[in-house]
């Protein structure tokens, strides 16, 4: 069954530094989304692409969050500077496309803890 | 802006009992509602998903239903097992507007062997 790739799925970095998360879609799905899941709440969505355009950046944190799908495939999502509020989980789901009537499908996750 | 609310957050039953989770929306104008089960740092597995003309949802021993005008969604899960101990999310989808799933906290459950 195809599943949605994370890497890593842990990650300690010290606040300042940059991190880079790696999400890699179901094949053949258009639409992926980064979500930011702090510890006891629901996700939230940080950005949505389809193909390789950005749909929604509304609630991405531009100044230090950073997301890119350059062919439209695998996404990358980027921290720099970290900092100790951005300890989450960060969760990929990939969709065949946008739309009320396509499930999303989520990854493992990556664990993200600033010190 | 569309609020979900998932009461309790957290249930503690025996092994065997069958048991009710809820979920509540406070407006009515969604596409689909969502019922996922997240293990402990683990990603989201989904569940069931009740799209707005349908009532209700089953899949082995769960039972989703959806009641639009009330705002509220249960997720039944008969005769429990230690197996389904994890959290429980539950996200509506609005219409118009940011199409984005809208989660509740979570319910976290128990099952005692």
């Not at chain 2, 929306?25 to 003309?53: C, E, H, M, V």
């Amino acid at each position: 069954e195809a599943e949605v790739a994370q890497s890593p799925r842990y990650k300690i970095t010290e606040k300042s530094q940059a991190v880079a998360f790696w999400c890699d879609p179901i094949s053949g799905h258009a639409t992926l989304y980064w979500y930011r899941q702090i510890l006891g709440q629901g996700p939230e969505l940080l950005v949505q692409f389809q193909d390789e355009s950005v749909v929604d950046d509304s609630q991405l944190p531009k100044d230090r969050f950073s997301a890119e799908r350059l062919k439209g495939v695998d996404s990358t999502l980027k921290i720099q500077p970290a900092e100790l509020g951005d300890s989450a989980m960060y969760l990929c789901a990939s969709s065949p496309q946008a739309g009320p009537f396509y499930e999303q499908y989520f990854g493992p996750g990556t664990r993200l803890t600033v010190t | 802006k569309q609020e979900v609310t998932q009461i309790p957050a957290a249930l503690s039953v025996p092994e065997g009992e069958n048991l009710v989770l809820n979920c509540s929306f406070t407006d009515s104008a969604i596409y689909n509602l969502q019922w996922f089960r997240q293990d402990p740092g683990k990603g989201l597995t989904s569940l069931l998903l009740i799209q707005s003309s349908q009532r209700e949802q089953t899949s082995g021993r769960l039972n989703a239903s959806l009641d639009k005008s009330s705002g509220r969604s249960t997720l039944y899960i008969a005769a429990s097992q230690p197996g389904d101990s994890a959290t429980y999310l539950c996200a509506a989808l609005p219409q118009g507007g940011s199409e984005k799933l809208v989660f509740g906290k979570g319910t976290k459950l128990t099952v005692n062997p």
